[in-house]
Each structure stands twice: as structure tokens, then as C-alpha cells.
T-cell receptor
Framework: QKEVEQNSGPLSVPEGAIASLNCTYS??????FFWYRQYSGKSPELIMS????GDKEDGRFTAQLNKASQYVSLLIRDSQPSDSATYLC??????????FGPGTRLSVLP | DAEITQSPRHKITETGRQVTLACHQT?????MFWYRQDLGHGLRLIHY???????NKGEVSDGYSVSRSNTEDLPLTLESAASSQTSVYFC???????????FGPGTRLLVL
């Protein structure tokens, strides 16, 4: 069983729409969760971290965590073409270090 | 501004050669990590360090080694490069074990 699963995409949304990215993980002991954005040919950069169940909002981005369902999502409101990138979810568990998902490619169409 | 740098940014080498990739951070972070990124596999952890003289193996450590002689640097050595080690290598650092990791710009390595 894969530790972190993401839809590889590409996920295409029109400009101005809400993009919804999902991630499931297998380790119930996971304690910290992260969303990274990676533009083609560039390094990953942090968008958001979330540690508790519920929603966390930062500008156009909202992370949602449900530990019981082992599910974390990222919503991007008012999507822009500049949001087109690969989005990596990651989690941390003591004893395992960071585990990254394979990423979901998002394409925002003008 | 604090940063994390990698060198070289691109490297072409031959099978069997020893290669060292440099990683230098000025964040004064205790934790440093090396990942490789390949299509279909995402980021995979090679080695990591939680402080000076501390090194640990990650998921894909075979054929790689690291040493940590100071806080700022964690060089990654490929003892005898193989074509399977052609990849993009990222170095990262963090202030704490479960804290955000900050990534360097990456090194593209081609082993012929």
C-alpha cells in the first residue's frame, strides 16, 4: 500500500474557478501535514502547513485535514494561470521523517 | 537573506566515477536532507542529518553517502555513479524534525 496517494492529474480548471487537490495517507501516526507547490524545473516551495483537524486559510488557499479519514486537501480559490504547477502533499511522522506524495499537476486555463 | 544553495546545478558524468554534490545553507538549521526526484516516484529521501556528525539513511541510500562536519554543509557523494542515478537532486533544511523543509534549487545529474 502506497503511503501517500494523490491523483497525478493533470487537473484542469478554468481561470477564476476553485481547484481542489486531494491527498490520502496510510500512516495514522502522522502528525504534521504540508502542501508544496513545484513549478516545472524548479524546487518545491511551501504553501501551507496544517497540524490539527479542520480548515486553515491563507489568502486564496485553504488546507483541510481530517485525521480520522486520513485525508488532507488543498483548495485554491479564484485560480490563476500562475497557479499552474505540480502540488505535492507531504506528512511527517517521527521515525519516518517526511514522506512526499507523487504530486498532482494543476493546469489553470485562461 | 538566509538561503540554501546547491552546486553544481548541472552535471554530466560517466558510469563508475565518483561524484560529489554540494549543499550549503545559511539558515543555521540543524536538519538537512537529500532527495532525488524522478518521474513517477516523486521525492525520495536519500540521507538526512539532524546535526553535526549525525547522518542517517533514507529510503534510497544505496550507492550514496553523506558526511556532516559543520552546520552549514551536507555534501552528497555517489561512490561509483550508475545510470540509474540519473536524476534531479534536491537538498533541503529545516529548523526542527517536523518543521517546514526549505529546498535548494536542485542539481540535474546525468550519468552516461
Amino acid at each position: 500500500q502506497k503511503e501517500v496517494e494523490q491523483n497525478s492529474g493533470p487537473l484542469s480548471v478554468p481561470e477564476g474557478a476553485i481547484a481542489s487537490l486531494n491527498c490520502t495517507y496510510s500512516d495514522r501516526g502522522s502528525q504534521s501535514f504540508f502542501w508544496y507547490r513545484q513549478y516545472s524545473g524548479k524546487s518545491p516551495e511551501l504553501i501551507m502547513s496544517i497540524y490539527s483537524n479542520g480548515d486553515k486559510e491563507d489568502g486564496r488557499f485553504t488546507a483541510q485535514l481530517n485525521k480520522a479519514s486520513q485525508y488532507v486537501s488543498l483548495l485554491i480559490r479564484d485560480s490563476q494561470p500562475s497557479d499552474s504547477a505540480t502540488y505535492l502533499c507531504a506528512f511527517f511522522n517521527y521515525g519516518q521523517n517526511f514522506v512526499f506524495g507523487p504530486g498532482t499537476r494543476l493546469s489553470v486555463l485562461p | 537573506d538566509a538561503e540554501i544553495t546547491q552546486s553544481p546545478r548541472h552535471k554530466i558524468t560517466e558510469t563508475g566515477r565518483q561524484v560529489t554534490l554540494a549543499c550549503h545553507q545559511t539558515w543555521n538549521h540543524n536538519n538537512m536532507f537529500w532527495y532525488r526526484q524522478d518521474l513517477g516516484h516523486g521525492l525520495r529521501l536519500i540521507h538526512y542529518s539532524y546535526g553535526v556528525h549525525d547522518t542517517n539513511k533514507g529510503e534510497v541510500s544505496d550507492g550514496y553517502s553523506v558526511s556532516r562536519s559543520n552546520t552549514e554543509d551536507l555534501p552528497l557523494t555517489l561512490e561509483s555513479a550508475a545510470s540509474s542515478q540519473t536524476s534531479v537532486y534536491f537538498c533541503a533544511s529545516s529548523d526542527g524534525a517536523q518543521e517546514t523543509q526549505y529546498f535548494g534549487p536542485g542539481t540535474r545529474l546525468l550519468v552516461l
